[in-house]
């Protein structure tokens, strides 16, 4: 369900941060339910524990988690399009760095943004 | 914890180490990384005190491990090469360990060797490259040392192999608080592994860094010119150039504004990887 | 802990150690029906050959040759193959390691003899109704005893300092060879330096005969004079050996820098050693070969000196 990708210039654990928090805005964990513990997940990503710990500490202080002690950590009780607006956060971060890096406009970059979404929409 | 302090080690006239100071906070992965004949061995032989120290201390609990003996039950060594243990059955190793450590788990290991199908009357020489590394690796779980030192351990595994190697480590970690130093050159796996960076340069041991803190002591910029000039500054390192475009790690301010004054068209910054930030360490034409 | 210890150098010097036992029971067992099956033969030799069945010198002489390769198997053989590592990251002292060793060497040295003296005893008296105190008295016995064990231990403990000086099995045998014959070696060293050298007569340099006879460890094993002086110069050579030993084995670096020499780590002095008695020894061939000429002998000693010394540098890899 989740990869890390050491070259990218995001730390490890804000990666993991991310993609937990878009694995709940598409339904993939549901509020409630329980994460995995940190040694399984650092097991099966073949990274350090600490980074696991580290991100999930993140997710516990924006309130995406619960960390119960001795039972583990289960996703909370957000409403969903809170959810969906801090994962679509980072991208739209970077999509306006380039906009920036390239000087395009916001008018064009709207048009764009449009223009691209009903292309590829059904 | 395991406190070093100004640990120096010089054969004959010839200095291999020196001032080594740093300390290794339990449940945490600290990389020791530098060029070959660096000194990275014999920097873990000295910890673990199988040498004498030229000038310096390694303190467990201010109990010197080379003046207590007994304070070496707190470490382990797992070598570079299973040549150390040439004819010993893996049942001698246990029963041999066993007798060293006070808090040795004798079932953990057995278990081990029977889930595994591996018969405990067989020699350690006998199994191949990677069972006997893994092997190793449960074995210095199972001395239950708080202080685990590890040279090399994924030198000449396949992929297979490593990934197995490192996923054990990474689940015995996460289950015990046991402050392990891993001497490597295997420098994807470390960057995702890490908490803390150590360097051996020129023969001098810098303090630990965290990963984040080592990488973010260079640049990596992606410049391109007209027609691309020399860079002759010690802080510069170029790493590749194609047609106008060069990559080069730059590690410092001075460094920054050297490559300011050339007047690139364009720049990129590029994440820093922990292979860059050997190569900006150790890269230029300063030797080991 | 210890049982470990001492289970692992009897699996690292199990050949040594395996010969050692045949060697006592060709000794001792087939030594005893030996004599009682020739036991009319002897003709008034009885004493000495019912002596050397109990107490046996042959046992003692090639065991000296089984005790040598033992110490290098469980010195030399470990740190070349660099299986000390293990050993010595082990929260033991390492001096305890050194005794260990030496201890090993004692005991087989004394369990051995002893039981193939009652064994040989026993077949004696029990199979071939010969009663041995008839023939020998417990002084003797116990002198000869004493002396075996002793030169044993002295060749033993020889060897297994060598190999806290060098750092493989080479270096320990040859370390080992040269101070086992150091005092011969000195004695033709003074001989040909005085009477090739200097043409001083043969009798100036029996004043240095004591080299030859107290100062040796064989002494111990073959003559009869001097075995008290002998006796007393090998105990203090023992305790002398041992501490140096306990000393060196802790401090010797014997980490080889990468480079596979056969002396591996030997301090300067060892080589000019080495290249001195070379040197003379081998100009006092040339002497005697060209009728022990003064001139021809110094001669020789000016031109061997150089390449002796180079060519021991060279082994060592060691660089000015």
Known sequence: MFTVDPKSSLPIYEQLVAQIIRAVARGLLRSGEQMPSVRELASTLLVNPNTVSRAYQELESRNFIVTMRGKGSFISDLPIEQVKQAAIQPHVQTLCSVADELSISNADLYQLLIQTREDSSC | ?288 | MYKQLIRYHIKQGIWPLASLFLLAVFSYGFGSYTVIDNFGTYGGAENEIIQSVLVSPSFAGFGAILMAVFAILILGKERGSGRSLMLHALPVNKKTLYWIKWSLGVAILLILPIIGFFVSWLILQGIGGIHPFDYVSLSDLTLDFVSYFLFDLVVFSIFLLAGTIAGDVIGQLLLGLFFLFLNYLTFFAIAAITTLGFGLADEEASLFDFLTTTASPFTLLFQDEQLISALVFNLVLLVLLISCGSLLYVRSENERLGRFTVFPKIHPLLIIVFSVYTTILLAAVIGVISSENQFLYWLAVAILAWPAFSSYRRMIGWKR
Request: net charge negative.
């Open chain 2, 1 to 288: 914890m395991l406190t070093v302090s100004h640990l120096t080690k010089q054969i004959d006239s010839k200095m291999i180490y020196e001032n080594a100071s740093f300390t290794l906070p339990a449940g945490t992965i600290t990389a020791l990384i530098g060029r070959n004949g660096a000194g990275k061995t014999t920097l873990l032989k000295t910890l673990v005190g199988a040498l004498e120290p030229s000038r310096g201390k390694v303190e467990w609990n201010q109990q010197s491990i080379h003046h207590v003996p007994s304070a070496r039950q707190h470490l382990f060594l797992v070598p570079d090469s299973i040549g150390v243990y040439r004819q010993m059955t893996l049942g001698e190793l246990i029963g041999f360990y066993n007798a060293f450590y006070p808090n040795f788990e004798r079932t953990f290991i057995e278990n081990y060797c029977r889930s595994l199908n591996l018969d405990r009357g067989r020699r350690v020489t006998s199994l191949s490259k990677g069972q006997a590394q893994l092997f190793l690796l449960q074995l210095a779980f199972a001395t239950n040392a708080p202080v685990l030192l590890l040279d090399e351990p994924t030198d000449g595994l396949d992929r297979i192999n490593k990934r197995n190697y490192l996923k054990q480590l990474v689940t015995l970690l996460a289950e015990r608080q046991t402050a392990v130093l891993i001497a490597s050159h295997q420098l994807e796996e470390l960057d995702s592994l890490a908490d803390r960076i150590m360097t051996i340069e020129q023969h001098l041991v810098k303090e630990p860094q965290t990963l984040e803190d080592a990488k973010s002591s260079m640049q990596k910029w992606q410049l391109a010119y007209e027609t691309v000039p020399d860079f002759h500054h010690n802080d510069v390192h170029v790493l590749s150039q194609t047609g106008r475009v060069v990559t080069l790690i730059v590690r410092s301010e001075a460094g920054a504004a050297y490559v300011d004054k050339t007047n690139p068209l364009l720049r990129d910054v590029l994440p820093v990887q922990l292979e860059d930030y050997f190569l900006g360490t150790f890269g230029g034409d300063q030797h080991v």
